[in-house]
């Protein structure tokens, strides 16, 4: 045999992967072969592989299970990373973590997104002294993410497992897109739990899908497939740009998909009346721009990237639909770290209040609610992209700091034409103040004196009153707020906001 016609053979061996059984097991629960996956994320013809021979005098383990190597996606680098789970489950030896550390090296050398296509059932036992606890074992790959965050995008597409220590590589990541059905994370097993602590309890109930998309927020995007994940991953990365030194890229401008209400028709003058704030981004955004980040998470506040006259703009709302948009500490933490991923990487903000404030009572407090609350705010405080407040209807309390309110060195705060501001609603505050008042007098005479002095607090709190003194910058019509953004948003992208000379905050996590 020559030795090309032996390369060969070797090559088209280890590209098949593991053996036949394998690939039909995964072919059955909707799983793609690991090398389908880059081929259908990449640009054609553009995957440049390394390390594929790693351990091929072993025929079982073909390029140790994991496939690394550089690519194209819409024209730009990205570094690849791709567990394949016909190789034992995808599971990580000596070999495996090095091509890991090798390509996050990589990746950091040529400031380029690095994708995990995850599909891993952790450490491989037998050779836990080789890749566990040394200097260049599996620990280092954590280091290496940790160091990346915020240099380069990091997106973590979810096809199956993520087990034990390797369930740290999509909380590492910026994103983390799970396929229902298949895609799960856990520290330890259902198994294992019932062994050590006695709890039993299901794989989806431990770490599936479902569970971090809607409860633990681990998860960023729950969709139905791969084929989902792979396309919700290129849409994603198309906001970002290659690296932190660089603007987010721009595209054509595209005009909104009107529903044919407008802006004053789609949000009640009632500020207790529910809407769904999802409509009113529709109508300022670019039609079909829109990416929610963890939809099914802390409902309460939508997080989301989009465009605007073509520039990528990140939208932190809050959403009257769901517990009446309060802040809780699920949506105060989904904020926080929302709005330090758009800064990392040159995102402008858009804050869309429509809020009653933090929740009270004594869960939350429990809870941290504090806590969380500061952690939205020190995140609100250190964002140096232009932002844009626009009060939707209100903005109560510490909810107008955390919606980054004139206090917060917006580049402007912006009102439609019914927005309050105020240290809380009408209701509350005539309660408040004037409760004993009110018991004194007859029962008859409560609610025209109520209304008075709800009346009186309104005026008090007047959104021209508060223009008048400079607190809000421009009172903009609900059908003319789209073209205001627009223009601000180009005005302000020359922009530069140098951060103070420290280290780093001590933040209230």
Request: with cysteine.
């Amino acid at each position: 045999m020559s030795y090309d016609q032996k390369l060969l053979e070797t090559i088209a061996q280890v590209e098949k992967g593991g053996a036949q059984k394998y690939h039909a097991k995964n072919t059955e629960a909707g799983k793609l072969f690991a090398r389908e996956r880059i081929r259908l994320l990449v640009d054609a013809d553009s995957f440049v592989e390394d390390g594929k021979l790693a351990n091929n005098l072993d025929a079982d383990l073909p390029s140790d299970g994991v496939i690394t190597g550089l690519a194209r996606i819409a024209g730009r680098t990205v570094a690849i990373m791709a567990n394949d789970s016909t190789v034992k489950a995808g599971s990580w030896g000596a070999r495996t973590v090095e091509k890991i550390l090798r390509i996050q090296e990589t990746a950091k050398a040529s400031r380029c997104p690095l994708m995990y296509l995850v599909d891993s059932a952790g450490a491989r036992i037998t050779d836990q002294v080789e890749m566990f606890p040394g200097r260049r074992g599996a620990g280092r790959i954590f280091y290496n993410e940790v160091h990346l965050s915020g240099v380069v995008p990091q997106i973590c597409l979810l096809f199956g497992p993520s087990a034990a220590g390797g369930a740290y590589i999509p909380a590492f990541c910026d994103l983390v897109i799970m396929v229902d059905g298949n895609a799960s994370m856990y520290l330890g097993s259902p198994r294992m739990a019932e062994m050590v602590i006695g709890e039993k309890v299901t794989l989806e109930e431990m770490g599936g899908a479902k569970m971090h998309c809607s409860v633990s927020g681990v998860g960023d995007v729950l969709v139905k497939t791969e084929q989902e994940a792979i396309a919700a991953a290129k849409q994603y990365l198309a906001y970002f740009p290659e690296n932190f030194t660089k603007p987010p890229p721009r595209v054509e401008v595209k005009a909104p998909k009107h529903s044919g209400k407008r802006v004053d028709e789609i949000i009640p003058p009632d500020q207790n009346k529910p809407f769904d704030m999802h409509a009113l981004i529709t109508e300022l955004i670019d039609e079909g721009s829109w990416f929610e980040v963890k939809k099914l998470f802390a409902q309460e506040i939508i997080t989301g990237l989009a465009r605007i006259g073509g520039q990528p703009v990140g939208i932190v709302a809050n959403q009257p639909k769901y517990k009446g948009g309060v802040l809780f500490v699920d949506s105060a933490d989904k904020a926080a770290r929302f709005i330090w991923l758009c800064d990392a990487f040159n995102i402008p903000l858009l804050y869309l209040a429509d809020v009653p404030g933090f929740m009270i009572g004594t869960k939350v407090e429990r809870a941290g609610i504090i806590r969380a609350g500061a952690k939205m705010i020190s995140a609100v405080s250190e964002a140096s992209v232009p932002r844009i407040c626009v009060v939707v209807r209100k903005a109560y309390g510490a909810g107008l700091y955390a919606m980054s309110g004139p206090g917060f060195a917006p580049e402007a705060t912006l009102a439609l034409p019914q927005a309050m501001i105020a240290v809380m609603g009408p209701e509350a505050a005539v309660n408040a103040v004037y409760f004993n008042k009110i018991q004194e007098l007859p029962e008859a005479e409560r609610p025209a004196f109520v209304q008075k002095l709800r009346d009186e607090y309104k005026q008090d709190v007047d959104i021209y009153k508060l223009a008048s003194e400079l607190i809000i910058d421009a009172v903009i019509p609900g059908d003319s707020l789209r073209g205001e953004l627009m223009q601000r948003y180009a005005l302000y992208a020359e922009r530069f906001q140098p951060r103070a000379e420290k280290k780093h905050g001590v933040y209230p996590v």
